[in-house]
């Protein structure tokens, strides 16, 4: 009987070491396992890191790329400071612009001399689908002229192609500072601004934009968008 009994606990301990040896040699494994996703994981946090610094440097760099553009634009704006844009006139083949800025000039009751025109010639259209006739750059000598043709164009206003001796169908013809693409775009949302927000008047000077809600409220620049949604909560 106790040969019986003492074989039976040696198949039990036998079993047990079996047993015991399958547990270790699990356990051996999921160590391998945990020390192989722990590699892993220290690859992915030094990834993370690198990304991370990775992506501050382009924050960093960013934001220095968008102060470079606007000190760009400033020069940019700078260097058309006695220029002026003249827009909507009818294009004729043979045309002469010398022409008709001499009877531009003479219905807004300014003289102008030789020495004081630099230059003065058609741009083509930004959209290569637009059929508006090309704006009309004039460059003059000193930006005091300049200024003082754009002052007699806003107080004659309503000058026509008609007026100027161009033939065809009649129309408006504009005048204004020669601004930046990015000024432009500026001005095109600071006019539809301001007439959303019944603003009576929105001008540009010396390559800066300006609102005025009336006659009686207090001007503000507009010189970026963060200044465009200060009137949109107005």
């Known amino acids: 009987m106790l040969d019986g009994w003492f074989k ?3 198949e039990k301990f036998s079993k047990l070491i079996d047993e015991f040896s399958d547990i270790k040699t699990s356990i051996k494994f999921i160590n391998e396992q945990y020390e192989d996703l722990r590699g892993k994981n220290e690859k992915i946090e030094r990834r993370v ?3 991370e610094e990775k992506s501050t440097l ?5 934001s220095q790329i968008s102060i470079l553009e606007n000190k760009m634009d400033v020069m940019e704006q700078q260097a058309r400071q006695c220029n002026v844009e003249i827009s909507n006139v009818p294009e004729k083949r043979g045309e002469n612009l ?3 800025l001499q009877e531009m000039s003479s219905l807004m009751k300014v003289s102008l001399t030789k020495q004081e025109i ?5 741009v083509p259209q930004l959209s290569p689908g637009n059929s508006n006739p090309k704006n009309i ?4 000598s000193t930006r005091n002229v300049r200024d003082n043709f754009i002052a007699a164009a806003r107080l004659n206003k309503g000058i026509t192609s008609e007026q100027l001796k161009i033939s065809g169908p009649v129309t408006k013809i504009y005048i ?12 095109r949302q600071a006019r539809n601004t301001a007439r959303e927000k019944n603003f009576r008047f929105v001008w540009v000077k010396h390559g800066t934009i300006f609102v005025r809600a009336s006659e009686t409220a207090p001007v503000t620049a507009i010189r970026s968008q963060s200044d465009l ?3 949109k909560s107005m």
């Open 8 to 10: 039976k606990q040696d």
């Open 49 to 51: 890191a690198v990304l």
């Open 58 to 62: 382009f924050q960093n760099n960013s």
């Open 98 to 100: 010398l022409t008709i």
């Open 118 to 122: 630099v230059s003065i010639h058609r």
């Open 137 to 140: 750059i004039l460059k003059f």
């Open 176 to 187: 204004n500072e020669h601004l930046t693409l990015k000024n432009k775009n500026l001005f």
């Open 229 to 231: 949604l200060k009137i």
